[in-house]
Each structure stands twice: as C-alpha cells, then as structure tokens.
C-alpha cells in the first residue's frame, strides 16, 4: 500500500481547515500535527497530501468512515475547491494517480 498521495493544485486557498477538520475527526481536537490530510506551500499553489498509513503523529486517513461517509475535510472545504478535493479521493481509492495527475508516495 502507498504511503501517501500527493496532488498539485492553484485552486486550494491554503486555508487548512481540511487539516483542522480532520484532526477534530480523529482525536475531537485541533491539531494539524494529527491529521491525516497537510497542506504545503509550493511555487505555483499549494500541495495536498493525504496519508495512507500512520506516520509518526500523523494518522491514516480512513475515509471518515464512521462520519456517515461524509468526509470532514470536503465538507469544510472551501466551496470553490471542494469537489477537485473530493475528486481526489475517488483517485485514491480507485484510480491510477499518476496517470490522472498525482503522486504516490
Ligand atoms: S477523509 Fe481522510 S483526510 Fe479527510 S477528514 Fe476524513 S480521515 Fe481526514
Ligand atoms: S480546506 Fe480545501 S481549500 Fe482549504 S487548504 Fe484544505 S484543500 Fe485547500
């Protein structure tokens, strides 16, 4: 299994709160440094990575399964970005990444 999943965007503000929901998911607290989902800045927008495995705090991402299927990072999302995130998770569960334009790790 990959580690972790990489996407390129210049659409993602950078809020983070994707990294805040998902935190609050797993551990009913605030703390980027839990989630399974990190935003990076990088020349042309930011860099979405989500964890397919535990990683020193990091946790695995598990779909929100038991948050009714409704994953906390999209729904916080910001409104203009949502479904690319969305759509990358359909990527990663069920596509071949590099071909439709992300990275596994
Ligand atoms: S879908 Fe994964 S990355 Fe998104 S909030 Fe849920 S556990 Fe975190
Ligand atoms: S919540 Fe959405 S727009 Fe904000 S940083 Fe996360 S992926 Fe980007």
Do not use: W
Not at 40 to 59: P, T, Y
């Amino acid at each position: 299994m990959k580690k972790s999943f990489v996407f390129k965007s210049s659409q993602c503000t950078g809020c983070r709160a994707c990294e805040l929901a998902c935190s609050m998911h797993h551990r009913k607290i605030f703390d980027p440094n839990v989630s399974s989902i990190h935003i990076n800045k990088v020349e042309d927008g930011f860099e979405i990575v989500i964890n397919n495995m535990k990683s020193g705090q990091r946790l695995a991402c598990d779909l929100c399964g038991n948050e009714g299927k409704e994953k906390q990072c999209v729904k916080y999302c910001s409104p203009l970005f949502k479904k690319e995130l969305e759509k990358y998770f359909d990527i990663m569960v069920g596509g071949n990444t590099e071909k439709d334009g992300g990275e596994s790790i």
